[in-house]
C-alpha cells in the first residue's frame, strides 16, 4: 500500500489575506502601520470606554461641580483621579473625550458609510448607464452642491425634529447621522461617475460585455474596483468632517444634547476657554481629533494604494 | 451728462466726510432679532431699538423717568392721563411726528401678533386731542403708566402704511415683514444697514429733535457668538465695546491694560419654570398626568438645585442667588423674603417619594446656550443636580433664534428664562411671570401657565392702588403667594460684564440698556 499524501487543505480566506500582497504591502509601510495602531487605538478607547474609563461623564449623578475646572494632575491644583483636568461642569476631560469619540465616531462613521453607499451607487450608475439617467442625478448633484451644506444638514435635523418632537434619543441619533449623511454623498457620486466614464470604455469592461457579463456584475466586479480608490481617500476625510459638522448642529441645538457631549461639543466648549488659560479643555480634544482624522487619513491613502490594481 | 459728475463729486465728497466720522464698532454675544420695536420684549432688542425708536417717555441714567416725545403729562381723571406731545420731532423720513402716530402705535402694539401687548393691555383707549395732544384712557386706575410706557416706541403711521408694516413681526410665527428689516424712527440715530446675524449699522441722526451728548457718528454692531472670538476681537483692537464679558475673561481682559470692564448689578433675576397646565407634559416620562401640578415636586427640583454652588464654579462668584423673581433695586423688592429654601438632597428625595416618584422621572428641559451669561453650563449644572434625586432631564440647548419662538409658543415643559422688569417696578413681573395667562396678554411669559386667582386679584389690584404704602404691602403679599407656591424656581441676579476701551466713555443702565447718544469715544493718541 502506498501512503497516498494527505492533501493540503486549501488556504482558508484568513491565511490567503496573510499571503497577499496587502498585507506584505502593509507590513512593509511603518507608516500603515503606526496609522492602524492609531485609529485601533482611538475606536478601542471609544468602544470600550465605559469598561476603562476611570468615570462616566454621561451618569449626571455622579458630576461634582466643585471640582470644576481643575488643571491636569501633574499641574499645580490638579488631583490624580482627573488626569488630563476637569471641565466647566466637572467631568473628568479623559473619560469624557473616551465618551465622547465614542458618539463623534459613531455619529462620523454612520454618516460617512451612508454617504458612500448613496454615492457610489448613484456615481457608478450614473456614469455607466448615461444619458438621461445621468443627467438627472448630476442635476441632482448640482442643487445639492449649490446649497451650503450645513443648511441642508439642518433643514433635515429640522424637519426631523418637527416631526418626532420628543422622539426618543435613538431616533434623534438616526436623524443625526442622515442630516449629516445627505449633503455628503454628492462629492462621491461626483468621483465616481468621472472615473466610471473612463473606465467603461476600457478593453476589459467591453470584452467582458462582448462575452455577456450582466451589466450588474460588470460594475460590482469590474468597474468598483477600480474606482475605489478616490472614495476611500475622500472618505477618511469625511469622517474628520463630519465630526465637525455634528459639533456645529449640537450647538444650534440639533444635535446631541449637552449634557453627554461627543468630541465636537467639547471642542466647540473648550474654545470658550481659550482665553483664560484652561488650555486642557481644547488642546487634548482637539488632539484627539487630529489623531482620529489623521490616523484614518492615512491609513486610508495607503489603502488606496495597496488596492488600486495599476500600483501593484 | 454734467449733474451726474456733480453728483458724483459730492457724494466723493461725502464719502471723504465719512472717514472722518467717529465708528464705535460693538459687539454682542447675539444678534438684535429685529428691527421691528414692538416684535420681541427682549432687553437687547429693545435696548438697540431705542437708539433708533423712541417712546413717549424714557429713563435718564439714574433709572428716573424722563420725557422724550412727550413733554408734560398729567392725570385728568384717575383713569384719563394726557400727554404733551414733543413739537418739531421729525422721523428719518422727514415726516413730522404727531399725535396720529401715537395713535397708530399704540394700536400696533396690541396687535396679537405683538409682544407688547401686555404692557397696553390696560389701556383701554388712546384719543387724539389735537395734533400734538393725546389723552390715554386706561381700563382702571393705574398709576404707574409713565413706567410702562418707557417700554414701547412711537412708530410712524403713514411709514408703516406705505411699507405695509402696519402690524408687527410675529416672531412666533416666523411672519416677518419691512419693519424687520428697515427702520424709520425718530431717534437720534438712523439704520443705515441690516444684515441679520453679521451686522447692522446705525449712523447719527443730523436732525434728532435733540443735543446728543456724545460724539459717535457711526455705530457698527456685530453678534459674535463664540466667547472667545469676541474677546479675541476686543484685544486685537477691532472692536470699541463688548458685551457681556464671558466670565471666564474678566480678568485676561483688564490685566490687558487698555480696557476696562464694567461690571454692575443686573436687574436681570435668572429663573427656570415648569409646565402647570397641561394634563400630561410634552416630554416627560410620566404619562397621564403632569408632576409639575403637584406643589412637592417643585419643591423637590428647588432643593435639589445647589444653587450656591452654581454661583461659585458656572458664575465664578458673579451672581447674586435669589429667592424672589426681582431683584434689589426693582420697586417691590421684598429684603426680608430673599431666602432661598435651603440646598437638601434628602429632603428633595422624600418630597419626590411623598408624591409618588420615589424613584424620579425622566423630563426635557429647553435651554438657551447664547442668551444669559452661562446659560446652558447653568442648565446642564441643574440637569447634574436633578440627577441626584433620580430625575432625567433630557436637555436641549440651542441659540436664542430658535430657543425664544419656541418656548413662546409654549412648546416646553422644564425652561430656563431671565427677566428684567422693563417698568422697573415687581407689577412687570407678577403680570407678565406669575399672574395667570390671559388673551389680553397677561401673563405673556408665564410660559409654564403658574396659576392662583388670589395672586390674579392682587396683581390686578397692584396695578390700580394709588396708595404706596398699601401697594407695597399687597406686592409683599403676592410674592409671598408665589413663593409658597413654588410657581417658578428662581436662581439668581446675574452680572452685567461691558468691556470697552479707554478712550471710552459711556453710561450703563441696571437693565442692560446701551444708550449710544450717551457714548463718546477719543481719538486715540497714536492714531496715523
Not at chain 1, 440639533?254 to 471642542?267: A, K, M, R, Y
Not at chain 2, 432631564?393 to 430656563?416: C, G, H, Q, W
Amino acid at each position: 500500500m502506498t501512503a497516498i499524501p494527505a492533501t493540503v487543505p486549501a488556504p482558508g480566506p484568513l491565511a490567503r489575506f496573510f499571503a497577499g500582497d496587502v498585507w506584505h504591502s502593509f507590513r512593509s509601510s511603518p507608516m500603515a502601520i503606526g496609522a492602524a495602531v492609531v485609529a485601533l487605538g482611538c475606536i478601542f478607547c471609544a468602544l470600550f470606554a465605559g469598561l476603562i474609563a476611570p468615570h462616566n461623564p454621561f451618569d449626571l449623578a455622579t458630576l461634582e461641580l466643585s471640582d470644576s475646572m481643575l488643571p491636569p494632575a501633574w499641574m499645580q491644583g490638579g488631583q490624580a483621579k482627573y488626569l488630563l483636568g476637569t471641565d466647566e461642569q466637572g467631568r473628568d476631560v479623559l473619560s469624557a473625550l473616551m465618551f465622547g469619540a465614542r458618539i463623534s465616531l459613531l455619529i462620523g462613521g454612520a454618516s460617512v458609510i451612508v454617504s458612500v453607499l448613496l454615492g457610489v451607487s448613484l456615481g457608478l450608475l450614473s456614469g455607466y448607464v448615461g444619458g438621461r439617467v445621468d443627467a438627472f442625478i448630476m442635476r441632482v448633484c448640482d442643487v445639492m452642491l449649490s446649497f451650503p451644506s450645513i443648511l441642508i444638514a439642518l433643514l433635515i435635523a429640522g424637519v426631523g425634529r418637527a416631526l418626532f418632537p420628543h422622539a426618543h434619543d435613538s431616533l434623534a441619533f438616526g436623524v443625526l447621522i442622515l442630516a449629516i449623511a445627505l449633503p455628503g454623498w454628492v462629492q462621491y457620486a461626483r468621483t465616481v461617475r468621472g472615473s466610471t466614464m473612463v473606465e467603461r470604455n476600457k478593453e476589459y469592461v467591453q470584452a467582458a460585455r462582448v462575452v455577456g457579463v450582466p451589466p450588474m456584475r460588470i460594475m460590482l466586479r469590474h468597474v468598483l474596483p477600480n474606482v475605489l480608490g478616490p472614495v476611500l481617500v475622500l472618505a477618511t476625510i469625511h469622517v474628520a468632517t463630519a465630526i465637525q459638522t455634528e459639533a456645529t448642529l449640537s450647538f444650534l441645538g440639533v444635535g446631541v444634547s449637552p449634557t453627554s457631549p461627543s468630541l465636537g461639543t467639547f471642542i466647540n466648549e473648550g474654545n470658550k476657554q481659550l482665553f483664560s488659560g484652561a488650555w486642557w479643555l481644547v488642546i487634548f480634544p482637539g488632539s484627539m481629533l487630529l489623531l482620529i482624522a489623521l490616523s484614518m487619513n492615512l491609513f486610508g491613502d495607503w489603502l488606496r494604494d495597496a488596492l488600486n490594481p495599476r500600483l501593484r | 451728462m454734467k449733474l451726474k459728475s456733480t453728483a458724483l463729486i459730492a457724494s466723493l465728497l461725502l464719502a471723504c466726510g465719512a472717514s472722518n466720522a467717529v465708528t464705535l464698532r460693538v459687539a454682542n454675544q447675539g444678534d438684535v432679532q429685529s428691527m421691528d420695536p414692538h416684535s420681541l420684549n427682549e432687553s437687547l432688542q429693545l435696548s438697540f431699538d431705542t437708539n433708533v425708536y423712541e417712546p413717549l417717555v424714557g429713563r435718564g441714567k439714574d433709572m428716573s423717568v424722563v420725557p422724550v416725545l412727550a413733554t408734560k403729562w398729567g392725570q385728568t381723571s384717575p383713569t384719563v392721563w394726557r400727554f404733551e406731545l414733543r413739537k418739531g420731532v421729525k422721523f428719518h423720513d422727514g415726516t413730522p411726528f404727531s399725535a396720529d402716530d401715537v395713535v397708530f402705535s399704540f394700536k400696533r402694539a396690541a396687535d396679537p401678533g405683538s409682544d407688547m401687548r401686555g404692557y397696553v393691555a390696560p389701556i383701554k383707549d388712546v384719543r387724539k386731542v389735537n395734533d400734538h395732544t393725546v389723552d390715554i384712557e386706561t381700563v382702571s386706575p393705574f398709576p404707574i403708566l409713565p413706567d410702562t410706557l418707557t417700554v414701547f416706541s412711537m412708530m410712524s403711521k403713514k411709514w408703516c402704511e406705505e411699507n405695509k408694516a402696519e402690524r408687527p413681526v410675529d416672531r412666533r410665527k416666523g411672519i416677518e415683514n419691512t419693519a424687520s428689516f428697515k427702520a424709520n424712527g425718530t431717534g437720534p440715530f438712523r439704520l443705515k444697514e441690516r444684515q441679520p446675524s453679521v451686522r447692522t449699522v446705525i449712523v447719527r441722526n443730523f436732525n434728532y429733535w435733540d443735543k446728543i451728548e456724545g460724539n459717535i457718528d457711526e455705530i457698527v454692531f456685530t453678534p459674535i457668538a463664540n466667547d472667545a472670538t469676541r474677546v479675541a476681537a476686543l484685544l486685537s483692537g477691532e472692536l470699541d465695546v463688548m458685551e457681556p464679558v464671558p466670565l471666564q475673561d474678566v480678568e485676561r481682559v483688564k490685566s490687558s491694560g487698555s480696557y476696562t470692564v464694567l461690571q454692575g448689578a443686573e436687574l436681570r433675576t435668572i429663573f427656570l419654570g415648569m409646565d402647570q397646565k397641561r394634563d400630561e407634559l410634552l416630554s416627560s416620562s410620566v404619562k397621564g398626568k403632569n408632576p409639575f401640578k403637584d406643589k412637592r415636586v417643585r419643591q423637590a427640583f428647588y432643593q435639589a438645585i445647589d444653587e450656591e454652588t452654581i454661583k461659585a464654579r458656572v458664575m465664578r462668584g458673579a451672581a447674586t442667588p435669589t429667592a424672589e423673581m426681582v431683584g434689589p433695586g426693582v420697586r417691590g423688592f421684598q429684603p426680608d423674603m430673599n431666602k432661598r429654601l435651603g440646598h437638601d438632597v434628602e429632603a428633595a428625595k422624600k418630597l419626590m417619594a411623598d408624591a409618588g416618584y420615589p424613584n424620579g422621572f425622566e423630563v426635557g428641559m429647553n435651554c438657551p446656550n447664547d442668551r444669559y451669561v452661562n446659560d446652558a453650563a447653568i442648565c446642564q449644572a441643574v440637569a447634574a443636580n436633578l440627577a441626584r434625586i433620580g430625575v432625567k432631564v433630557n436637555l436641549t440647548a440651542e441659540t436664542k433664534n430658535t430657543y425664544f419662538p419656541k418656548i413662546l409658543r409654549r412648546d416646553t415643559s422644564f425652561y430656563m428664562l431671565g427677566w428684567t422688569p422693563s417698568t422697573a417696578d415687581a407689577h412687570d413681573a407678577l403680570y407678565n411671570l406669575m399672574a395667570t395667562p390671559t388673551e389680553q396678554g397677561r401673563g405673556q411669559y408665564n410660559l409654564g401657565s403658574y396659576s392662583n386667582p388670589k395672586l390674579d386679584e392682587l396683581t390686578t389690584k397692584i396695578q390700580t392702588e394709588t396708595d404706596q404704602a398699601k401697594r407695597a404691602e399687597m406686592i409683599k403679599e403676592a410674592f409671598k403667594i408665589h413663593q409658597d407656591d413654588i410657581g417658578h424656581i428662581p436662581l439668581h441676579q446675574q452680572a452685567l460684564a461691558w468691556a470697552y476701551g479707554k478712550n471710552v466713555t459711556l453710561t450703563q443702565l441696571p437693565t442692560n440698556y446701551m444708550y449710544f447718544k450717551w457714548v463718546t469715544l477719543k481719538a486715540k493718541e497714536n492714531a496715523r
